[in-house]
């Protein structure tokens, strides 16, 4: 591996993590008290890794790929939903370690309550089908957080396409 | 819980604002009148001099003038005359009213009042008088005192009395409005609980912005807010006390979101959606005895329930059709019968103070509207269009509706608006930034 591909890659896990800081979240960090990752920030944001390594935070978030994303109003998995969450099982199966939260998102052309019920339904979509490819249940923990947490903000399809999304977000667990 | 913010004395102004009659000047005739149901009014014009200083009242003689006519003129149905415009002076409250002079500038309707301030007290006194047929109104000569923090309210009561009298409508300025203060950017807004006059002053925070606060709902006494809190890291329900700012957490199940929540009418019951694996039913909770209660069953996405005044029913959304729509059930639950029937989806539904009408939030063509329809569906009425209106919010009396706005693209900000039930005097509430979620109070005592 050259240099260059290396730094642009540990930079954009650096731009990964920015976007995650739990400030984002509120300092009661999003979805905190994960599992055994101490309770304070929903990830640690030190402790991605070297994307490098097929066993870090890095490498699943960029290499398996940490994202799912639905239609309009459903929580339907759709078949490449089903491709990324059976290469996060298969990796997650391998990471015991790793505590999950599994975070659903909507865009924001929808009513508050429901977005966040919509959210919900994504994020329980994603637990159930990793249970279903082995992922332990206890390891996992869900939580909607409705339109509140866009990661595009335009106000076209284009972002709201990314906006509709369920996240699965590792922290160093029980057993680290 | 300890709250880490300062007690604010906020429902508290109403310990010792007392109210008393004056004595009414002789009255005949018929009073100005405006029905506010009609489609279009002509604003009914109004003279409201300065009110006159009985001893150390300084600026709030001026002060207290301005929000009565802030107030009045607000709704829409009344103009004020510029002072400058005034022919007769008041200079002495008890003294007679030269009606000719407030005839020829063609005020209908003159209000008279007087202020005196003595340390942490104001005295204010007001009258109303018809100037067409020559008396006082009826009823419209009243007397408050409290302390000088709560000069505001004062305001507020005196246009309520007039409102109230002139319209036939109970009145509604004062009251308070709970909102969510917003700050920072799209994709990390901060967000605070905050209330404030129903006009957008008097801004007091009750909550610091450290974890997403959604969507506060008054008690009925306006003594305790329940709203959405990510305060524990989890969307969940809290209880917070408006005078000690108390918090707790309602619903501590494991792996349930809770959200949505209301009082119901006698505030003894807190009815609200509950998540589990994904699916949100409605349920109550009540506060007196902890005990849960299921009340619909389905695996749809069933949420912003909303009593009935009288507490006999809910109504609230469901996507069980397939998309978001409007159900009324019994208030110990069951499956409801759908009340939304036109194109797009029905959400938010919130049942009127009077029982007539449901406002609620629409979705159709890529547009946001607010609308009220009656409690059966029918006679459905759009009051707003815009990218994203929703959330309505009912004033005590009933007659107008407050709603969030949002606008579209990366700068997009949420700010609070206003409606008449008729769609007319549609505005914005100033406030301090970016505001969404209003829930407006009872009127306060």
Request: proline share 5%; glycine share 12%; hydrophobic share 40%.
């Amino acid at each position: 591996m050259t240099l260059t591909p290396k730094a642009l890659l540990l930079l954009s896990a650096l731009a990964l993590a920015a976007c995650q800081n739990p400030d984002r979240y509120g300092a009661g960090g999003g979805a905190g008290g994960a599992g055994g990752a101490g309770g304070t920030g929903y990830v640690d944001t030190t402790g991605l890794g070297d994307p490098s390594d097929p066993r870090s935070i890095a490498y699943f978030n960029q290499t398996v790929g940490d994202k799912v994303h639905f239609a309009l109003d459903q929580s339907t998995l759709s078949p490449e939903a089903r491709t990324i969450l059976t290469a996060q099982a298969g990796w997650l199966n391998q990471n015991a370690a790793y505590a999950i939260i599994i975070e659903g998102h909507a865009d924001e052309k929808g009513t508050r309550e429901y977005n966040l019920a919509l959210g919900a339904r994504r994020a329980a979509a994603v637990q159930q089908f990793l249970v279903s490819q082995g992922v332990a249940a206890g390891r996992m923990k869900t939580i909607s957080y409705g339109k509140e947490r866009p990661i595009e903000v335009c106000s076209d399809e284009a972002c709201y396409s990314k906006n509709r999304r369920a996240v699965t977000v590792l922290s160093a667990g029980a057993g680290v | 819980m300890t709250s880490p913010f300062r007690i604010l004395s906020l429902l508290a102004l109403a310990l010792g604002l007392g109210a008393a009659p004056l004595t009414a000047l002789a009255q005949d005739g018929r009073p100005p009148r405006i029905d506010i149901t009609v489609g279009v009014i002509e604003p009914m014009p109004i003279a409201i001099p300065v009110f006159v200083d009985e001893g150390g009242a300084g600026d709030y003689a001026a002060q207290l003038s301005r929000v009565v006519a802030s107030d009045l003129v607000g709704t829409g149905f009344f103009a004020a005359i510029p002072q400058e415009a005034h022919i007769a002076r008041i200079t002495s409250f008890d003294g007679g009213v030269s009606y000719p002079d407030w005839r020829a500038i063609n005020a209908r309707v003159l209000i008279t009042g007087a202020v005196s301030v003595a340390g942490d007290r104001i005295t204010v006194k007001f009258r109303a008088f018809d100037v067409e047929n020559g008396t006082q109104i009826e009823g419209a000569a009243l007397q408050f005192a409290g302390t000088t923090a709560g000069w505001r309210r004062m305001a507020h009561k005196v246009a309520d009395v007039v409102y109230s009298k002139i319209t036939g409508e109970g009145g509604y300025f004062d009251s308070r409005v709970v909102f969510v203060s917003e700050s920072g950017p799209k994709n990390a807004r901060a967000k605070r609980l905050a209330v404030m006059d129903y006009d957008g002053a008097n801004v007091q925070y009750l909550t610091d912005s450290s974890a997403i606060v959604l969507a506060p709902r008054f008690s009925p006494a306006g003594d305790r807010i329940l709203y959405t809190s990510y305060e524990s890291g989890f969307p969940r329900i809290t209880l917070l006390d408006v005078g000690s700012l108390r918090r707790q957490s309602l619903e501590e199940q494991q792996g349930t979101m809770t959200f949505a929540p209301r009082f119901s009418p006698d505030g003894q019951t807190v009815v609200f959606s509950l998540e589990r694996g994904g699916n949100s039913d409605i349920y109550t909770l009540s506060l007196a005895s902890g005990r849960l209660t299921q009340l619909t069953n389905a695996p749809s996405i069933e949420t912003a329930p909303s009593y009935s005044p009288d507490g006999s029913q809910i109504v609230f959304e469901s996507d069980r059709s397939g998309t978001q729509q409007i159900y009324i059930m019994p208030a110990s639950g069951g499956e409801g019968r759908r009340i939304s029937g036109g194109e797009g989806r029905y959400s938010t539904p919130v049942w009127s103070p009077r029982g007539d009408l449901i406002a609620f939030t629409k979705q159709n063509a890529g547009r946001f509207h607010i609308g009220v329809m009656r409690t059966d569906g029918s006679e459905e009425r759009l009051l707003t269009a815009s990218f994203l209106d929703e959330g309505p919010t009912w004033a005590p009396n009933g007659r107008v509706i407050m709603f969030t706005r949002e606008s579209a693209g990366a700068g997009g900000q949420a700010s609070l608006w206003s409606v008449d039930i008729s769609g007319r005097n549609l505005k914005q509430i100033t406030t301090e930034g970016p505001a969404s979620d209003p829930a407006w109070s009872p009127l306060l005592p």
